[in-house]
DNA sequence: CATGAATGAGGATTCATTCAT
DNA sequence: TATGAATGAATCCTCATTCAT
C-alpha cells in the first residue's frame, strides 16, 4: 500500500527537491562553487545529509540544475516585464529596470550567475550561456530586431548587439557597490544604449 | 661571508619569485583559485612545492601578489596606449584596442582578473577593484573628463561613466568565446560608447 | 526512516568513539601529543582516518576530550580505594596503593597525565589540573581535613598539602624505573607522609 | 692565513655556541621540544638559519646538549649551596631553598628540564635522568648518608630517598602556579623530609 | 665559518560520496 | 525515501636539513 497517492508523492518529491534546490541558491551564493558544502545544503533544507543524493547525483548536477533554474526564473521574469509593452525602445527600459528588480529579489541567484558566466569552470560557463540562449534570443528578437523593424533602432546586427546588451545586463543584474548603490546607474546605461541604438 | 652578493641575490630572489608567479599565473588560471594546487605551482616554476613558501606566505598572499601584478600589468599597458594620442575620442578607441591586445597577449591574467572581480571570494574582489582603481580614474579623468573638456564629449558624470566603460571593458579583456572570436565587437563597443558619449 | 533506532545508534557512536579514545590513548601514551599521528589513531581503532573527525573536531579536542576522560577515571580509582576505609591514615594508605595499581592497570592513561601535566603546553596543563580538582579535594577533605578531624593528623593547612601529596602521588602514578620497579617506594613515600602528617 | 688566532678562534666559536644554546632555552622553554623552531632560534641568536648546523649535527643534538647544560649549571648551583653547610639536616633546609632560587633565576631551565623528566621522549628522559646522577648521588651522599652518619637521620636507604627528595625537588624546582606563588610551600616540605628523616 | 635558498617528507583537516538499514 | 556513519582522496602548510658559495 503506497504512503501517498502518486500524485501526492510527486508534490512531496517537487518540494524536497525544491527546498534542496533553495538551500543550495543560499549556499552557493554565499560560498561560491567550489566552497560550498553539500551535507550543509541538505541539513539547510531540513533533511540529512545523504538525502540531497536521492535526488541530485553529484554536487556538479546540483549546480547544473540550479543553474538552469536560475536562467528560466530569469527569463520568466524578463519575459514578463518586456511583454508588457509593445515599443522595443520602451522593451529596452523595462529590461533593464528588470535587472534592477531581479539582484534585489533575488539576489543569491543573480549572485551565483554572475559568479558562473564569469568564473573559471568553462563546463559550467557553457551551460549557464546555454541556459541564457532564450533571452539572448529574446533581446536579439523582440527588442533589438523589433526595434529596426518599428524603424525605432537603426539597422544593427542583432546578435552582437544583444550580447552588448546582455552582458551590460548581467553584471547589472548583480552587482551591487559595497554601499547598496547600484554598480551602474540604471538610467545612464539606457541613454547609452537607446543613444548607441537609435535610428 | 655571503653565498651571493646582494645584487646577485636580489636577482636570484626576484627571478625564482618571477617564476613563481608566472606559474601560478597558469595555474590559477586553467583551474582557479580554489582548485588550484599550489605545489603544483611550485613545481611547474622549476622548484620542490616548498619553494613557493619561501616566497608567499600562503596561498592567499598568492593570489593577492597576483591582483596586483595583474593590475599593475594591465594599467601600465593602457596608459602606454593611450597616452599616445591626444584627443579622448581617439584615447577611447586605443582603450577598447587594449582589451583586445590584452586578451591576447595577457590570456591568463585576464581570466585571473575576471573571475576574481566576478568570483565569490569577496576579499579578493575587493581587492582587485582597488587595484584597478588607477585604471578607473585613468578613463574618468585622462578620457571622459578631457573628452568633455576638449568639448568631444558631453557633461556626463565622469565617475559613473568610467565604470560603464571599465565594466565593459573588462568583459572584453577576458571573455573569448569557445571558436577564438571576441565576445564583443570592438567596433562595435566603441561606436555605442562614442554614440553614448558625443556632444 | 532512521537507519538505526537511537539507542542502537548510541550504542554503535558511543562504541566507535570509545574506540578511538582507547586507539587515542595508545597513540598519545606511544609518541606525546605532538608526534601522534590522528590518521594512525583512527586506523589503528579499525576505522578510516577521516572517520575520526566525525566525533572530535580536532587533534586538540581529542587530547582535551582524552585528558578529561582519564581525570575521571583516575578519581573512580581513586574514590573507590580509599572510600572503602574510615581512618585518614588508612586512607592515606589506601592511596597510595592506588598509585601502584593504576600505573600498572592503566600504564598509557597515567603517562599521558604525566606528560600533560609536565608537559610545555600551557592549555592542556590548566585543563589537565582542572580536571584533576576533585581529586584534589579530595586529598585535602576526604584525607587530610579528615585526619585532623579524627584527631590522627597534626593541624596542617589541607590544601598544600594535598599539593604535596598529589605531586608525589602524580609521579608515582606515572613512573616506572626503565627496570619496571617503581620509581618511588611506596612504602617509604607512605612512612614519610605519615610521619609528617603525625600529630 | 688564518683569520684569527686559535685562541680567539675559540673563543669567538665559544661564545657563538653559548648564544645559540641560549635562544634555545628561550625557544624550548617557550615552545617545548617538537613546536621550537630550528631556524628562529638561530635566527634569535643573531645568525642565518643554516649557523645553527655549524655547531649541532641536528635539532636533537641540541638538544641534548641543552640537557648537558642545564644538568651541570643545575649541578653547580646546588653544590654551591649545600657545601656552604655542615649539617645534613641543614644542607637539606639548603637543598630545597636552591630549588626556589632555580626557578627563579633559571625559569626557562627549569621549564625545559622538567618538560624533558615527564616527556614523552624516552632517549631525552633518560638521558636527563643521566646528566642529573650527579645531583642523586650528592644528595644520597652528602645529605642523606652524611646525616646517618652525623646520627641525624634515621638508617634510611639512601638511594631511594634520594630518588624522593629529587623528585620533590625538581617539582619545586620548576613548577610555579598561575599566580606566581611556588605550587609547593617549601617550608612544608622541608618539615615533611625533616620529618622523615629525623632518627 | 656563515649564509639562506631550496628541499620534500610528513600530517592535520575537509568533504563529496557511498551504502546498509 | 531518508538517514548518517564511514570512507579516503586531496592539499595546504611547516620546518629540519642540505649545500653551493
Redesign the interface.
Known amino acids: 500500500m503506497p504512503r501517498y497517492k502518486d500524485s501526492e508523492r510527486e508534490e512531496i518529491t517537487g518540494s524536497t527537491r525544491q527546498a534542496l534546490l533553495e538551500a543550495a541558491t543560499a549556499e552557493f551564493?554565499r560560498?561560491?562553487?567550489?566552497?560550498a558544502n553539500v551535507n550543509s545544503i541538505s541539513r539547510a533544507a531540513g533533511f540529512a545529509k545523504g538525502t540531497i543524493y536521492n535526488y541530485f547525483p553529484s554536487k556538479r548536477a546540483l549546480m547544473e540544475a540550479l543553474i538552469d533554474e536560475i536562467a528560466e526564473l530569469h527569463l520568466r521574469v524578463v519575459v514578463e516585464a518586456v511583454s508588457q509593452v509593445e515599443a522595443a525602445s520602451h522593451r529596452l527600459v523595462r529590461f533593464f529596470d528588470t535587472a534592477r528588480a531581479f539582484v534585489s529579489q533575488h539576489h543569491d541567484q543573480a549572485?551565483i550567475m554572475?559568479?558562473t558566466?564569469?568564473?573559471?569552470?568553462e563546463e559550467f560557463r557553457?551551460r549557464a550561456l546555454h541556459a541564457y540562449q532564450p533571452m539572448f534570443r529574446l533581446v536579439a528578437e523582440e527588442i533589438v530586431a523589433r526595434g529596426i523593424a518599428q524603424g525605432t533602432f537603426r539597422a544593427?546586427?542583432p546578435e552582437?548587439?544583444s550580447?552588448?546588451l546582455m552582458?551590460?545586463y548581467l553584471?547589472m543584474s548583480?552587482?551591487v557597490a559595497?554601499d547598496g548603490q547600484p554598480?551602474?546607474?540604471p538610467a545612464?546605461?539606457v541613454?547609452?544604449?537607446l543613444?548607441?541604438l537609435e535610428a
Not at 31 to 35: E, K, L, N, Q, R
Open positions: 551564493a560560498a561560491g562553487y567550489g566552497d549572485r554572475i559568479n558566466v564569469y568564473g573559471p569552470d557553457l544593427v546586427d552582437p548587439t550580447r552588448l552582458t551590460i553584471v548583480s552587482h559595497s554598480w551602474l546607474d545612464q546605461v541613454e547609452f544604449m543613444r548607441g
